[in-house]
């Protein structure tokens, strides 16, 4: 029980110190904030310009169906927003306008278009191309198949209706107008239902890795791997400023003092660990808070595995924090040496917010990385926060951190001399 008092003694001590100086907590909590949100803000922008095209593909529509089914098609097509439609009533003035390059593309619904298709028989609408802008033929001829596919559903389920009708003794005696107000009623009915799945659809495609846990694509990966990252780069920052802060004490002579009173030396080096990884756990709460409430990144469905992990990476940090001031010959040397390690260890590991991310690359940079606790760190947090992964699924993550930061504080013990 003594020991546990003197190493909270240490650590109250030690926190109060930390708590006076703002600007090494300006550079571990302040300066990750500000590169996360500046980092994140910016390529959700590119990725919002992205998705709202600056040129639209100018085209021509020529309607020559008076029919519904012609009337919706114009419809969607008008409605695009990749599209810049402007409308024509002749062919050959739409041919025209292509040839000169006017517009890209001439989209033709031609005038039995309804009539094919409320008799079901095949029929079709014509894209003329700009020879000049061939890149554009898959595009508008994709964007034109999207469209009268929903058309060719709406005939398709009226055609089944007429069929079932006229196979059925129930509507015999009705008259024709009967017959058309009962066809117009159930396809409305089952057109509403359409509109319905497609709004609120009830199959979903989701993507998932080998262990069938579901996992995020797009802008929205990155960002959740961004914040990891940046949190785990200022991590290791703290490497330096605890062995120059142990360092400090001994040139000042107040470990001499402490080594007067009657507790164990691994009390002093316990005590001073838990105040950073106090502080290691602080800078994790309030970047992953941040990114949770400011740009909605996933914590993953287990917080018990992004404990672990927090706490191990804490634990591998300030170990590391220790070993250094082991073999440092001054608080100055120790705080250098801190510093190129976590700028270092951070390029090797991955914590640079590249894409894909250096510890799941191949080739000699991904196998180096596996040798820094960043890249272990790292991949157990996308893991957890990008592939919904479980607290099991990441215990050799887990592992390989604990092991490195025992090996770092048993050193450290052994090293450090107090005086």
Known sequence: MKSIYYTLSVTGKEIRILLADRGLLAVLLLLPILLGSLFAGLNLMLASDEGDPNILLEVILVNEDPGNFGGEVAKSIRSIDELNVKQSSSVSSAEQRV????????IIIPADFSENIDSYTPTEIEVIIDPAQAETASIVT?????????????????????????????????????????EAQNLGVIMTQLNELRRNPAIAVISENLEGIQVQTGIELFITFLFPAFTVMFIFFIVGAESASLLQER?????????????????VIAGKMLAYGLLVCAQVAILFTL???????????????????????AFVAVS???????????????????????????????????????????????????????AHALEGYYSVMAENAALTNILPQLGFLLLMGLVFFLIAVWRFKFE
Do not use: C
């Not at 009226?158 to 009967?178: F, H, K």
């Not at 107040?254 to 691994?266: D, F, I, K, Q, V």
């Open 99 to 106: 040839a000169e390059g006017e517009v890209a593309a001439a």
């Open 251 to 267: 040139e000042a002579g107040t470990l001499r003092r402490l080594l007067a009173a009657p507790l164990p030396r691994w009390t």
């Open 291 to 313: 990114g949770y409430v400011a740009f909605n990144i996933n914590l993953g469905r287990d917080p018990l595995a992004l404990v672990a992990i927090t706490l191990a990476v």
């Open 320 to 374: 590391m924090g220790m070993i250094v001031a082991a073999f440092a010959r001054s608080a100055k040397q120790a705080d250098n040496v801190g510093m190129i390690l976590a700028f270092v260890f951070a390029g090797i590991g991955g914590a640079f917010p590249t894409w894909p991310p250096l510890f799941r690359s191949g080739g000699l940079i991904g196998i180096l990385s596996k040798f820094t606790p960043h």
């Open 142 to 182: 994709g964007i034109v198949n999207q469209v009268a596919g929903e058309v060719v559903i709406w005939g398709e389920i009226q055609y089944g209706i007429r069929t079932i009708m006229a196979e059925s003794d129930l509507l015999a005696e009705a008259s024709p107008e009967e017959l058309r107000g009962v």
